[in-house]
Nanobody, 117 residues
Framework: QVQLVESGGGLVQPGVSLRLSCAAS????????MGWYRQALGKERELVAG???????NYADSAKGRFTVSRDNAKNTVYLQMNSLKPEDTAVYYC???????????WGQGTQVTVSS
């Protein structure tokens, strides 16, 4: 059983940066995949960025060049560095962990990010 707790969200102005953190209760060293998803009001949840066990990353087109996902296995934490934030980045951001390929993912409770002037 893995518990995920996100933090770092908030209300910010366009153009600034935020770093989200996802702390896992157990070891994520062997996690097959760790990801950040977001869900805006009235929209479906979408993958923003993910990182594999081997460190391979992938990003949604909307995040490329602005967001960076990383994992610190020693701290059991995954980060999402978000730069040049835009109003359309406003959403609840969720951390996701897939421990074994094909297994059901674990989810955090989410953290709200609001980008507004």
């Amino acid at each position: 059983q893995v518990q995920l707790v996100e933090s770092g969200g908030g209300l910010v102005q366009p153009g600034v940066s935020l770093r989200l953190s996802c702390a896992a209760s157990g070891s994520i060293f062997d996690a097959y995949f760790m990801g950040w998803y977001r869900q805006a009001l009235g929209k479906e949840r979408e993958l923003v960025a993910g990182i594999s066990r081997g460190g391979t990353t992938n990003y949604a087109d909307s995040a490329k060049g602005r967001f960076t996902v990383s994992r610190d296995n020693a701290k059991n934490t995954v980060y999402l560095q978000m730069n040049s934030l835009k109003p359309e980045d406003t959403a609840v951001y969720y951390c996701n962990a897939v421990m074994i390929a094909g297994s059901a993912p674990y989810w955090g409770q989410g953290t709200q990010v609001t980008v507004s002037s």
